[in-house]
Nanobody
């Protein structure tokens, strides 16, 4: 069983930066496939970034967001820069023991078994 807790959300002006954290419980953190998804008000949940043996980004955040992990701290991060109002959403941390070998599967939310409660990010214009 894995429990995920996000933190670091808040209100920021356009062009600003935030760093989200996702702290995980359990003894197998280093082998987890992990990702960030987000859901804006009235919108469907969408993929943001994922990390396992490689990293994958949504086109909308490529070059602005960086996903990383610290296995010793059992924490995953999402460094967000050059934020835009359209980045406003609840950001969710997700994890799974084994997404599988296909990189394309890393961006599919149904592939992840464990989810955090979400943290709100609001970008003002």
């Amino acid at each position: 069983q894995v429990q995920l807790v996000e933190s670091g959300g808040g209100l920021v002006q356009a062009g600003g930066s935030l760093r989200l954290s996702c702290a995980a419980s359990g003894r197998t953190f280093s082998t987890l496939d992990m990702a960030w998804f987000r859901q804006g008000s009235g919108k469907e949940r969408e993929f943001v970034a994922a990390i396992s043996s490689t990293t994958v980004y949504a086109d909308s955040v490529k070059g602005r967001f960086t996903i990383s992990r610290d296995n010793a701290k059992k924490t995953m991060y999402l460094q967000m820069s050059s934020l835009k109002p359209e980045d406003t959403a609840v950001y969710y941390c997700a994890a799974d023991h084994d997404i599988g070998p296909l990189v394309t599967m890393m961006s599919i939310d149904e592939e992840y078994e464990y989810w955090g409660q979400g943290t709100q990010v609001t970008v003002s214009s």
